[in-house]
């Protein structure tokens, strides 16, 4: 075989076998296929396109360039979760605990944030003494004990997805469908366990724009999943705003200890009802999703969603007194208001905007080597369908940037479009794909 051939045969819209894409993976990940051609392939992919059978052989070749976890050890029925990323998305913080309250073993591998999407690791990094690097034995083991465990991923897991994701990152080739969805699923597939429920988010703050594109992702992922013997569901929700109110990392850890208390933001509750409906429902342990969703609302309301997320942080080695006393967590030295010029009605609020104002205070990082600040991000006060006046506060500004205090609300001020008449009312969820 010879990359030349492959490519050309990409570029004029022909479907390549499993063995194709197996040769052309390998060769590249082996470094005898050189970058040029690879990014000469991922374009190719990017405006041709793959068929359903392509996508999923690559996810497969993908797995099989790396190590895959073996939770077979896990006593129970093992689901896990992804989303695709959003502003605010503190959703696994919540539903992973409140899952494995219900009986349903969580082992989440997670990763980190950059540009204006946050990750799981950071945010649980910011309670004081958590660890996230388990070795698989241990993930294990807390699984059995706790329940649940959100652990980083080890380099060693789809090493494929990580040099094709370094090499589509400076070729323009990321926002590919079939590359987006045999990257999240390889790495799915390989961390092992039986069923996958997807949150795949659609809106200003997301990958995917519009719902229309979020559900030929969710087709996607849904199909590999399929193929490769997991039972896989996608959940399509609203990133057209930030989720719930806080955005930034310990900021976020504070909203989800008050959403397994029962006094969290409506939309992220809602969400997480949902998507934790289908993970019960998975696992066998309700029958429908109605079932499902008041079994999760019992573990709510009688303390058994927040005592897991305690004995999750214990055993991650975090101050579990952070579930207590939210002020336990690391806090900006300076919060300031942002505050509104104009009235009328929050009609939009561009979220991939406030991400990238929570990246300027301090919460995100630019490149996968800069600093977080665990304590900096926003705390939107006025969300879409609120009435403002001038002199109301839109936002809390938390940053230990003081110089970067105007910059940042320079851009949650343009964020926001305020203005007569009353927004189209988004639905936290807008379908799901099985
Ligand atoms: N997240 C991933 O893991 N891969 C992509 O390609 C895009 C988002």
Known sequence: MRAYDLIQKKRNGGELSEAEVRWLVAGF???EIPDAQMAAFLMAVYFRGMSAAETAALTKVMVESGETLDLRGIRGRTVDKHSTGGVGDKTSLVLVPLAASCGVR????????????????????????FRVQLAPAELIDQVNRVGCAIAGQSARLVPADK????LRDITATVESIPLIASSVMSKKIAAGSEAIVLDVKAGSG???????????LAEAMVGIGGAAGRRTVAVISAMDEPLGRAVGNALEVGEAVRTLRGD??????????TLGA???????????????????ADRLAGGEALRTF???????GGDPGVVDHPERLPQAPAQRPVIADAAGTVLAIDAEAIGGAAMVLGAGRERAEDQIDPGAGLVIE??????????????AIHTSREGAVEEGRRRVRAAYTIGPGAPPRAPVVYEVVA
């Not at 040099?163 to 370094?166: S, V």
């Not at 997301?206 to 030929?216: E, G, L, S």
């Not at 006025?382 to 936002?395: H, S």
């Open 382 to 395: 006025r969300k879409i369908g609120d009435v403002v006046r001038p002199g109301d506060a839109l936002a």
């Open 163 to 166: 040099r094709l994701y370094a």
């Open 106 to 129: 969580v082992a989440k591998l997670s990763g980190r944030g950059l540009g204006h999407t946050g990750g799981t690791l950071d945010k649980l990094e910011s309670i004081p003494g």
């Open 278 to 296: 289908h993970m019960v429902v998975l696992a066998g342990l309700a029958d429908g999703l109605a079932s499902g969703r008041r079994l999760l």
């Open 206 to 216: 997301a990958f995917m724009k519009t719902p229309a594109a979020a559900r030929a």
């Open 310 to 316: 305690r004995e999750m942080v214990v055993a991650q």
């Open 29 to 31: 990940v082996h470094g």
């Open 264 to 273: 969290g933001p409506p939309d992220l509750r809602d969400l997480c009802l």
